[in-house]
């Protein structure tokens, strides 16, 4: 275990407790995904950051709590790619322990329109991907949205829960002139995101979203 780090991993654990309490899959992919942005953006290089992760997940195994589960099975479903076997194996070691009641439903989503959003030269492009909840229609529609700068650098990444609302002021916008939204092809804004969202030193304010980010750009085709 990398020392200096027990503390910090007992912290998730206890932090973990209020997982299963969440409403609902997207709120606990949020909260997971905020966690391991904060472990990435400590990290020194690549081979830190995966240590950092495998010792979180034995920690979690140990703890064997309800949230230590909804935790775990959050990893293995929008993680990054090296730890989900692990932790869905960690996971699957605590049956014993109540389930939240959204288990099932994380990483579980189908890719819908895409959007771009452009007010002005300076701003960049802001790519806007929805997405659903399999069997859960409308309710469980949200949004990734990314601003990419000069150099498709990330400048923002963030998660919306209210994809009509951030519609709806995107055309109102357009309507007084301030930017321009138009449909977006789906193949050609998969690659461009994950592309941009897997490079180097990215913005701080980007690592909490930058999880499920990942996970969400991989599901779009291209």
Not at 9 to 36: D, I, K, N, T
Not at 93 to 106: D, R
Not at 194 to 216: F, I, K, T, V
């Amino acid at each position: 275990m990398l020392p200096g780090l027990r503390e910090v991993y007992a912290a998730y654990v206890r932090e973990a407790g209020a997982l299963p309490s969440l409403p609902g899959p997207l709120e606990a992919e949020v909260w997971v995904s905020a966690q391991l942005g904060s472990l990435e953006a400590a990290a020194p290089h690549v081979q830190g950051r995966r240590a950092a992760l495998g010792d979180l997940i034995t920690c979690l195994r140990a703890a064997a709590t309800p949230g230590a589960r909804a935790f775990l099975r959050a990893l293995a479903a929008i993680g990054p790619a090296e730890g989900r076997r692990t932790a869905g194996r960690a996971a699957g070691e605590l049956g014993g322990v109540p389930a939240a009641p959204w288990e099932e439903s994380l990483g579980r989503v189908v890719p819908g329109q895409v959007w771009l959003i452009q007010e002005g030269p300076l701003d960049g492009d802001r790519l806007v991907c929805e997405f659903r909840y399999q069997d859960a229609g409308t309710r469980g529609m949200h949004a990734l949205a990314v601003r990419l700068s000069h150099g498709d650098v990330p400048a923002e990444v963030v998660i919306v829960g209210d994809v009509p609302a951030l519609m709806g002021a995107a055309r109102q916008a357009m309507q007084a002139e301030l930017c321009v939204v138009q449909p977006y092809d789906p193949a050609a804004v998969g690659p461009r995101l994950r592309s941009a969202l897997n490079g180097a030193d990215l913005p701080e304010d980007c690592y909490p979203a930058l999880a499920l980010a990942r996970h969400r750009a991989a599901l779009l085709p291209g």
